[in-house]
């Protein structure tokens, strides 16, 4: 399977533990983004890399939150101290360079308990 | 601000029916729109993309049209299957926006035998 993988796919975890997630792209794919995703929503932006580099990050994502893609290949997605508020799906994917269209994996479910 | 507003937010069909689900959206200048199929605990899927000179494009027996105009895109499934059963998710991007893309909430499909 050469599409977007993410792992774990689900994490249940308590009120003030740390949890990181991993996504691995599509391997010629350059660009890598993190979305958030609450139930009867669309995707909403986290985050996005083009190879290593962290371009963009929405206010959503707070100090709480931190991404990395350190050799621009696979990404993880990091929250400290979570929040029952952080429960929710969070999408991985990844596109070439144009007019991106994204690829997503099938997601990291998190419930905060 | 750039908006995607979908409709209906939820629908019911019996099997082998069509429908249509609709897309209007502020986006400017706009770039292209497409639509993406999320089954239940899965990433979107791509179903079509539509740029501004495209009235209408077919993905088997899905069929998405534009109309750049009135900013206004539709997505028409015919003789529905209990696989269709999903949540449609229309997707426009601004020209020289990059990475940035503007999700709407999403259309929750239910096909009924």
């Known amino acids: 399977d050469t599409g977007v993988s993410q792992n774990p796919r689900h994490k249940i975890t308590k009120r003030g533990q740390n949890v990181t997630f991993r996504c691995d792209p599509i391997?010629?794919?350059?660009?890598l983004y993190w979305y958030r995703q609450t139930l009867g929503q669309g995707p909403e932006f986290l985050t996005y890399?083009?190879?290593?580099?962290?371009?963009?990050k929405s206010r959503l994502l707070s100090d709480r939150f931190s991404a990395e893609r350190p050799k621009g290949s696979f990404s993880t997605l990091e929250i400290q101290r979570t929040e029952q508020g952080d429960s929710a799906m969070y999408l991985c994917?990844?596109?070439?360079?144009?007019?991106?269209?994204?690829?997503f994996g099938n997601g990291t479910r998190l419930t905060v308990t | 601000k750039n908006q995607v507003e979908q409709s209906p937010q939820s629908l019911i069909i019996l099997e082998g029916k069509n429908c249509t689900l609709q897309?209007?959206?502020?986006?400017?200048?706009?770039?292209?729109l497409r639509w993406y199929k999320q089954d239940t605990g899965r990433g979107p899927v791509s179903l079509t993309i539509m740029t501004f000179s495209e009235n209408t494009k077919s993905n088997g027996r899905y069929t998405a049209t534009l109309d750049a105009d009135t900013k206004q895109s539709s997505l028409h499934i015919t003789a529905s299957q209990l696989s269709d059963s999903a949540s449609y998710i229309c997707?426009?991007?601004?020209?020289?926006?990059?990475?940035?893309?503007?999700f709407g909430k999403g259309t929750s499909l239910l096909v009924t035998p």
């Open positions: 997707v426009v991007s601004a020209r020289n926006s990059g990475y940035a893309l503007n």
């Open positions: 890399f083009q190879n290593e580099a962290q371009l963009e």
């Open positions: 391997s010629e794919h350059n660009r």
């Open positions: 897309c209007n959206y502020t986006v400017s200048p706009f770039s292209n």
């Open positions: 994917a990844s596109s070439s360079v144009g007019p991106p269209t994204l690829h």
